[in-house]
């Protein structure tokens, strides 16, 4: 089985930062794509950012500018650095991997997300 446990959430005031790690365990041969998504109260669960497995990555257009997510392939870990943060960033946040395990096997993996806050 494959594991995502976030960390780094947090209640932060307006125009702070915080910076959100996830790290894959388990059977895993290969991780492609990570991402970040959030779900507001109320609210559909939306993609925040993607990286490939070569670096590629792609926003919302509403974190643009703001927002950087990296990873670390040796540590299986990814990263979001958020800065500028909005009370409209108010979330759980949630990472997601497409991870190969040993044997071949191909599954999306979630993590259980963490909260973060934002206070004006």
């Known amino acids: 089985q494959v594991q995502l446990v976030e960390s780094g959430g947090g209640l932060v005031q307006a125009g702070g930062s915080l910076r959100l790690s996830c790290v894959a365990s388990?059977?895993?041969?290969?991780?492609?794509?990570m991402a970040w998504h959030r779900q507001a109260p109320g609210k559909q669960r939306e993609s925040v950012a993607t990286?490939?497995?070569?670096?590629?990555?792609d926003y919302a257009d509403s974190v643009k500018g703001r927002f950087t997510i990296s990873r670390d392939n040796a540590k299986k870990t990814v990263y979001l650095q958020m800065n500028s943060l909005k009370p409209e960033d108010t979330a759980v946040y949630y990472c997601?991997?497409?991870?190969?395990?040993?044997?071949?096997?191909?599954?999306?993996?979630w993590g259980q997300g963490t909260q973060v806050t934002v206070s004006s």
């Open positions: 997601n991997a497409d991870v190969v395990q040993v044997g071949g096997r191909r599954n999306d993996y």
């Open positions: 388990g059977s895993i041969f290969r991780i492609n794509t």
């Open positions: 990286i490939t497995s070569i670096g590629r990555t």
